[in-house]
């Protein structure tokens, strides 16, 4: 069998994320059972093993309950989660979807954000599943109390090997990747609709820009192809006019004058409003403005063009608007399919308007292409 490394993990991930598919070993090199226990490598690269696939699992890590009902085909193993994800549960996709999630625990911090390892230990895990990102790390703490902890980091690869990485890991750690599997492969056969973009050249692809507006401050997401929130404006066929940025950075209005892009796509956050742009008096004068090419993201599991196992959508959506005579108007079907996939529920119309925010963004250029058939 072969050795569980970190040089193995990239390796894999370099090799072709879509390989996944038709293969039980995962992301992460070798998943291994040796009589009802689970061994396996979590996203930092560190073996994790558990008596038996984990049935009670406290998820730290904001959007994991979507990853993991989407590899397990339910919310039931998750016994905890983390404060914001039940305030998007009350919101979004997921407790419209699964109404049972609104009763998972979820005051499991302290003051400072911090778990709270006595309120976690009486919820009796398998496993808990944290994040490593900047200086944020307690999984020493939780495993001095003895919680086995797995933990999310971005791998190299863009966001879709981590998004396949994440999809598999959720299933090693139950013992059963197949939904993970099936979820890579349709992720993998809906992003060929694309690859007529590649005939676009260069010089007319479209500039895109990221914003999301945050008090008096706009944020922008810098990155290029292989930046985690500016990857899928490339996969669309576009050009992120931050590109030069890192993460998601303040800009000042003139500068994004300056950049003038084709198109502006608004994160939703509190208090986002299109009209924040469309009645701006300087970036009111921009080409996106001028053709009304200024969108609201969709958000399903989570915002599109961020993490999340329907995260492939977010592509399809934006070259749809960017290049739509190059594609045909196949995205709620392709919503549909899969929706079903993912989550095992058959999306009703009203949902997916939900999901594409039909009621701030029917008004934009070609958003039409999106609105339900007679």
Partial sequence: MQKLTRRNILAGTCAGIWALAATSRGAWGEASSQGTGIRFLDMT???????????????????????????????????????????????????????????????????????????LAKLDPDLVIDFRQGGHDSAAAMRNAGLRVARYSEIEGGIRATIAALLTMYGQMIGDTTRAQRIIAQMHERLTRLDVLKTVPQPDRQSVLLAMPSGDNLFVSGGDAGGLFSDFIYQAGGINAAATLPGFSIASVEQIASWDPD????????????????????????????????????????????????????????????????????????????????????????????????????????????????
Avoid: C
């Fill in 263 to 374: 198109a502006i796509l608004v994160f939703q956050s509190e208090g986002a409003d299109l009209a924040q742009i469309y009645d701006h008096p300087i970036l009111g004068g921009g080409k996106a403005v001028a053709g009304r090419r200024v969108y609201m993201l969709p958000i399903g599991a989570n915002n599109w063009g961020s993490m999340g196992p329907d995260e492939f959508l977010s592509p399809i959506w934006l070259a749809e608007l960017l290049y739509p005579h190059l594609l045909d108007s196949a995205l709620r079907e392709d919503m549909r399919q899969a929706y079903a996939t993912i989550f095992d529920r058959d999306m009703t119309d009203q949902q997916m308007d939900e999901v594409l925010r039909i009621d701030l963004n029917s008004r934009s250029a070609n958003y039409e292409r999106f609105l339900k058939r007679a």
């Fill in 45 to 119: 690269g560190e073996e994790i093993t558990l008596p038996r696939p984990a049935r009670r699992i406290v998820d730290l890590w904001t959007i994991g309950t979507a990853f993991a009902i989407a590899a397990h085909g339910s919310p039931s193993r998750i016994v905890g989660v983390n404060t914001i994800a039940h305030a998007q549960f009350k919101s979004g996709l997921l407790g419209r979807l699964y109404p049972e999630v609104l009763d998972i625990p979820y005051d499991l911090s302290i003051g400072n954000g911090a778990p709270n390892i006595e309120r």
